[in-house]
């Protein structure tokens, strides 16, 4: 059974960064085939893509996220990690980490001084 578990501060001020993890159990994250997404959702609005990164490393980002937006791996704790940088109140959502078959509970972020 895959589990996804996401992690990270939920409380960020202004202008810096975010940062998630999401540790993942049941499979290695270098599996064959498998691609690892970070997605959003923020309050009164639908899913909103944020990118990926595939079983290789290599890494996908939205167009419209792209400039703000770094995502990592550690593959011997079998995690990935997400990086927003300079971050605005529109930012605030629920992130979600998921392979499409399988998502984490999804965390609250909450940007705000």
């Known amino acids: 059974q895959v589990q996804l578990q996401e992690s990270g501060p939920g409380l960020v001020k202004p202008s810096q960064t975010l940062s998630l993890t999401c540790t993942v159990s049941g499979t290695s994250i270098t599996a064959n085939g498998d691609y690892w997404h970070w997605i959003r959702q923020a309050p009164g609005k639908g899913l909103e893509w944020i990118g990926n990164i595939a079983f290789s490393g290599s890494t996908y980002y939205s167009p419209s996220l792209k400039s703000r937006t770094s995502i990592s791996r550690d593959t011997s704790k079998n995690q990935f990690t997400l990086q927003l940088t300079s971050v605005t109140p529109e930012d605030t959502a629920i992130y979600f980490c998921?392979?499409?078959?399988?998502w984490g509970q999804g965390t609250q972020v909450t940007v705000s001084s």
């Open positions: 998921t392979r499409w078959d399988d």
